[in-house]
């Protein structure tokens, strides 16, 4: 998904050991560019960035885990841009970034606060382009996606992958709230839409709804 079609193009950044799916979002209207989740490899993603040529102009987290936040303050002071995401039920999990990066063996950022916490169902902009902010939690009791209507892609961080679901053993996980949330808010979107997932390669809602095991009526 290297660059997608009009109105937006979508370029997927694997950043750290972890393989973690950074997405540089590009505005072909305005040459406007958005990060989500910007997970380390600050080098990485900047080289990314200027080989398109846009502006960045703002940094989208779906949720606090440090494998998808750590370039994220690195980025903010070096573009001055704001910071958008997850919902406020990750606020802890955000401030345990230092025990989280020494965990995984990920040695970029700071602790930070968004200049915006999201509740679901609020939209955010960069150029011409509109996301819808879902509130999922499950994988983490602040965990939202970014869905752009007009490409039919969401951005779902850890909720969903292909062929699996996001874990919920780790501190703020919950298998059922986990589920609910890909089928009531996730699936609705269509059987269309492609989704980013958080690691490994993109699928559609309307592939996992009838072949991911997780999703299957128990």
Same mark, same amino acid.
């Given at each position: 998904?290297?660059?997608?079609?009009?109105?937006?193009?979508?370029?997927?950044?694997?950043?750290? #050991?972890?393989?973690?799916?950074?997405? +540089? =979002?590009?505005?072909?209207?305005?040459?406007? $560019?958005? /990060?989500?989740?910007?997970? *380390?490899?600050?080098?990485?993603?900047?080289?990314?960035?200027?080989?398109?040529?846009?502006?960045?102009?703002?940094?989208?987290?779906?949720?606090?885990?440090?494998?998808?936040?750590?370039?994220?303050?690195?980025?903010?002071?070096?573009?001055?841009?704001?910071?958008?995401? #997850?919902?406020?039920?990750?606020?802890? +999990? =955000?401030?345990?970034?230092?025990?989280?990066? $020494?965990? /995984?063996?990920?040695?970029? *950022?700071?602790?930070?606060?968004?200049?915006?916490?999201?509740?679901?169902?609020?939209?955010?902009?960069?150029?011409?382009?509109?996301?819808?902010?879902?509130?999922?939690?499950?994988?983490?009791?602040?965990?939202?996606?970014?869905?752009?209507?007009?490409?039919?892609?969401?951005?779902?961080?850890?909720?969903?992958?292909?062929?699996?679901?996001?874990?919920?053993?780790?501190?703020?996980?919950?298998?059922?709230?986990?589920?609910?949330?890909?089928?009531?808010?996730?699936?609705?979107?269509?059987?269309?839409?492609?989704?980013?997932?958080?690691?490994?390669?993109?699928?559609?809602?309307?592939?996992?709804?009838?072949?991911?095991?997780?999703?299957?009526?128990?």
């Amino acid at each position: 998904m290297t660059p997608t079609p009009t109105p937006m193009n979508i370029h997927i950044i694997p950043v750290t #050991p972890l393989q973690e799916n950074c997405s +540089l =979002l590009v505005c072909q209207e305005t040459n406007r $560019a958005a /990060l989500v989740d910007p997970g *380390g490899d600050s080098d990485v993603i900047r080289a990314a960035l200027e080989d398109t040529g846009a502006r960045l102009e703002k940094i989208l987290v779906t949720h606090a885990h440090a494998d998808h936040i750590g370039a994220v303050s690195v980025l903010r002071d070096l573009y001055q841009v704001p910071v958008e995401g #997850p919902n406020r039920g990750d606020a802890a +999990l =955000l401030s345990l970034f230092p025990e989280q990066k $020494a965990r /995984l063996g990920l040695d970029e *950022g700071e602790v930070f606060t968004p200049d915006r916490w999201f509740d679901g169902g609020e939209t955010t902009t960069f150029g011409a382009q509109t996301l819808s902010v879902l509130y999922v939690p499950g994988h983490t009791p602040g965990h939202v996606a970014y869905f752009h209507s007009s490409s039919r892609v969401a951005f779902v961080g850890d909720v969903l992958f292909a062929g699996s679901i996001g874990r919920t053993d780790l501190p703020g996980g919950d298998f059922r709230t986990l589920i609910a949330s890909i089928r009531d808010t996730l699936l609705p979107l269509g059987d269309d839409v492609v989704f980013v997932p958080g690691h490994g390669p993109e699928s559609t809602l309307g592939r996992e709804r009838l072949g991911n095991p997780f999703l299957r009526e128990r």
